[in-house]
């Protein structure tokens, strides 16, 4: 079994022993661990020799209102799933071990970035994601880290952090694992009643519908407009309430040019959707693979 540190101290002295000869990598999570976050840790045991995994519900991540108290805290369960894909240690602390007085009196803007997408209905989400973030690399100094694709924006956030801050850390991507029917793993997709679960798939299918129209290559900018607006109805007749259903570059700008004729360059793009189904809020990306 994975050792559990819930004190930073623990985990350092636990640490200094590897770091002379050792690579460790780190994988954040906020536990109720699935699939998605082994395949994490199973990437993380191809480019280290010791594994950690931190296991923290950060509650400057979450708004108000927001589901923080009922986020699912599994951390039993979890450390079994993480016994059987060679997890070394857990990181599981206490919210006042990481915060001395919430909210914190440091704070990390990441800027432009966090203001589309996600950032529009959860403003300070992504702010308080970089503070943990760096939190968590200073206490675990970790060669390497893994996140998973599936928060593409965290990702390229996590990315911008990483070259801002000068961390010497390289940030693998790991893709986006799904259940059998297409939908994300995400620990919400618990929130989904069973009516609602059959439904959800739908989120993946629509990506899928879209990645495929942009990879014929034959649409203009005006094109997929028309195609998100078919897409975005066909999903909330299925019963989601959008938040978002957007094309962006990989670096997550605008697409520009709008009233251009040309086709568009898909390679350089990713279809990116958050959606309400219930309680849950359903978060999906899908690149649009013109060799498909
Ligand atoms: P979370 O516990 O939801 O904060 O996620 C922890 C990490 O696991 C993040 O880097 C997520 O992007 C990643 N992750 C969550 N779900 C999946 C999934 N279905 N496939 C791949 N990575 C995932």
Request: glycine share 6%; hydrophobic share 45%.
């Amino acid at each position: 079994m994975p050792i559990i540190h819930p004190y930073i101290s623990d985990l350092r002295t636990a640490l200094q022993p590897y770091r002379s000869q050792q690579r460790i990598a780190l994988v954040p999570t906020m536990g109720n661990l699935h699939d998605g976050h082994l395949e994490l840790v199973k990437i993380a045991k191809q480019h280290a020799d010791i594994v950690v995994v931190s296991i923290f519900v950060n509650p400057t991540q979450f708004g108000v209102g927001e589901d923080f108290d009922s986020y699912p805290r599994t951390l039993d369960d979890d450390a079994k799933k993480l016994a059987t894909v060679g997890t070394d240690y857990i990181f599981a602390p206490h919210v006042d071990e990481m915060y001395a007085v919430l909210p914190p009196s440091t704070s990390i803007r990441a800027g432009a970035i966090t203001v589309q997408l996600c950032g529009q209905s959860r403003p300070d989400h992504f702010d308080g994601v970089g503070i943990v973030v760096s939190k968590l690399f200073n206490i675990v100094q970790p060669d390497v880290a893994i996140f998973g694709q599936k928060d593409y924006q965290q990702l390229a956030i996590i990315k911008q952090l990483v070259r801002d801050l000068s961390y010497s850390i390289d940030i693998i991507a790991a893709p986006i694992v799904r259940a059998v029917d297409g939908l994300a793993l995400s620990s919400r997709n618990q929130y989904l009643s069973p009516a609602e679960r059959q439904v959800a798939p739908i989120l993946h299918q629509e990506l899928q519908y879209l990645a495929q129209q942009l990879a014929d290559g034959a649409h203009t900018q005006q094109g997929l407009a028309a195609l998100i607006v078919e897409s975005s109805t066909r999903i909330s007749n299925a019963g989601f309430n959008i938040d978002y259903l957007e094309v962006k570059t990989l670096q997550l700008e605008a697409l520009n040019n709008k009233t251009s004729k040309s086709p568009l360059d898909v390679q350089d793009l990713i279809i990116l959707v958050a959606a309400w189904l219930g309680r849950a809020r359903l978060l999906d990306n899908q690149l649009i693979n013109v060799n498909q």
